[in-house]
């Protein structure tokens, strides 16, 4: 689903160069849960951002379902980022005057579905959260948790393949972050991918897969983490099918420029 092939990003700074990333390849296959993670400055979140397609390699090659995604234009991009992939940031951001069910339909707004549609889409992401009874609340109106719990309905509500998650827990305590990552392991359980961010081994250390970032540079590659053991008959049918039912990128934006 996802490829890195011998990537660098590379800033200017006065008259030094940076390499935030510095000859990376990776790649992470459909359903995979992996955690990305390396201390401040490592080059961690310049990799997340040129996964989610909020950046774009100085040189190498993103493979995104297939296709390099420097052949798309700035509005594929957007629209990649619509359709395909939700985010989950450590600062929640949600907007503070809208209720947590109108933050939830923005996505869909910007996709032009019309709003019986974005309803439906709306409640069942609120409920897939436990939300629902706190729809009409402002989120400086509820818990921490609460926040990135509407973060990730957010994320959910346009049914992405892939969800990029930037130190999810970084703002909760242990007791919430822990249940945060259970529902990331659920998602995954129904055969989304999840690209955990973190600076914490302890967080990084529960995902399946554990690549560790530092100075531009992937150091490790580890698999030998705990995934989950007892997945329902359905979660374990949608992590079998799901290579044969998500859309490609390049058909998905053709109907959407259309």
């Known amino acids: 689903m ?125 409920n897939r959260v436990g939300l629902w009874e706190r729809r009409k609340h402002t989120p400086n109106s509820v818990s921490g948790g609460q926040q990135q719990r509407a973060a990730i309905a957010r994320a959910l509500v346009t049914e992405p393949t892939l969800i990029l998650g930037d130190e999810p827990t970084g703002n909760l305590d242990s007791k919430t972050g822990t249940q945060i990552m259970e529902l990331l392991y659920d998602l995954n359980a129904e055969g989304r991918t999840i690209v955990l961010i973190t600076h914490d081994d302890s967080i990084a250390r529960q995902a399946p897969r554990r690549v560790r970032i530092m100075d531009g540079r992937i150091i490790e590659d580890d698999r030998s983490g705990p995934g989950k053991v007892a997945l329902s008959p359905v979660a374990q049918e949608a992590i079998e099918t799901v290579g044969a039912t998500l859309p490609l990128v390049r058909p998905a934006l053709t109907g959407a420029l259309i």
């Open 2 to 126: 996802l490829e890195l092939v011998e990537v660098y990003k590379l800033y200017q700074l006065g008259d030094e160069v940076i390499h935030a990333l510095d000859n990376v390849s990776l790649s992470i296959d459909d359903g995979e849960f992996v955690s990305i993670v390396g201390p401040s400055g490592s080059g961690k979140s310049t990799l997340m951002h040129i996964l989610g397609c909020l950046d774009t390699a100085t040189y190498g090659t993103y493979y995104l379902g297939g296709q390099p995604v420097q052949s798309y234009s700035r509005s594929e991009l957007a629209l990649i980022r619509n359709l395909q992939i939700g985010f989950v940031f450590q600062s929640f951001n949600l907007i503070g005057r809208m209720t947590l069910e109108e933050n939830i339909e923005m996505p869909l707004i910007y996709r032009g579905l019309p709003a019986s549609e974005r309803r439906e889409r709306v409640e069942q992401a609120l």
